[in-house]
Structures are given as C-alpha cells and as structure tokens.
C-alpha cells in the first residue's frame, strides 16, 4: 500500500512529465521548416513511402513560408495551444484531488485524438500509416493520464478518511 507522500509523489511525476512532455511538442511547431529539412536528411535510408511521404511534406511546407510566410501563424497558435494546455495541468500539479477534472479533460483529449486522425486525415490525404502515428500521441498521452487519474483516486480514499 502506497503512502500519501509516495501517491502525491509518483502524481507530481506523472503530471510533470506529460506537461513538459506537451509544452515539447508545442514549441516544436515553431521552427516546422527546419525540423523538415533535418527529417528530410535523417530518413534518406528509409522505406520509399516514409522518404517520399516527408520530401513532399518539406516541399508543401517550404513553398508554403516562401510564397505564403503568414500561413505558418496556423502553426503558430497550434504551438501556443499546447503551452496553454500544458498550463492548466499546474492546476492537478499542485492539488491533484480538487483537479482531477483536469486529467479527465486530457484522457478524452487523447481519445480525441483517434477520430480527428482518422476523419480529418482521410480528408486530407495523409497516408495511413501517418494516421496512425498521430493516434499513437493520443495513445502514448493517455496512458500516464489513466495511471495517474488512478492514483489520484487511490489519493482522495486515503485523505478522506
């Protein structure tokens, strides 16, 4: 049986990880371009569908800031959102049982996530494969938000009484 302190601290962890985690793939949207070019490089050895699917995403993407520079505030604000949802997990940081609908809203996000990949990606054309790369962050973010939405509750029974 964990200890109060052991639950508050394994939820700390948990909950600073997944915000450092989101503030990471915000901040990442930012020099998009780049990032490209380095993945371009970084996957010449790569099957041909992976190759040519990132080639032709560094292509759009590229002609798309020299022709068109505004369009990439899209991304912009993509990167600030996940810096202002990252934010409000200080709140579940600090008081995890008075927050805890703070990590229920960031369990349905990652389930959120799989239908945006699908319906969305479909309509725009990215491959499979990709889709499922995207579902894989809503995956991979759910999983520490279900352990620590548990051990949140395991908290609230031993405080409670």
Avoid at 47 to 72: C, D, G, Q, R
Avoid at 100 to 106: C, K, N
Wanted: with cysteine; glycine share 4%.
């Amino acid at each position: 049986m964990k200890t109060t302190q052991q639950l508050q601290k394994r939820i700390k962890t948990q909950i600073g990880v997944f915000i450092v985690l989101l503030l990471l793939s915000g901040v990442t949207a930012f020099p998009l371009e780049t990032e490209l070019a380095l993945l371009v490089d970084a996957t010449q050895n790569a099957p041909n569908a992976l190759k040519n699917w990132i080639a032709i995403v560094y292509e759009a993407v590229h002609e798309t800031n020299s022709s068109y520079p505004f369009m990439a505030y899209g991304t912009d604000w993509l990167a600030f959102a996940h810096i202002v949802i990252a934010t409000v997990f200080i709140g579940p940081f600090n008081a995890p049982v008075r927050n805890v609908w703070v990590i229920q809203f960031g369990m349905i996000a990652c389930l959120m996530v799989l239908p945006l990949a699908f319906i969305c990606g479909a309509i725009r054309h990215i491959p499979l494969y990709w889709q499922l790369i995207d579902c894989s962050f809503g995956i991979l973010g759910l999983i520490p938000l279900y352990s620590c939405y548990k051990n949140i509750l395991k908290l609230e029974k031993l405080t409670s009484n």
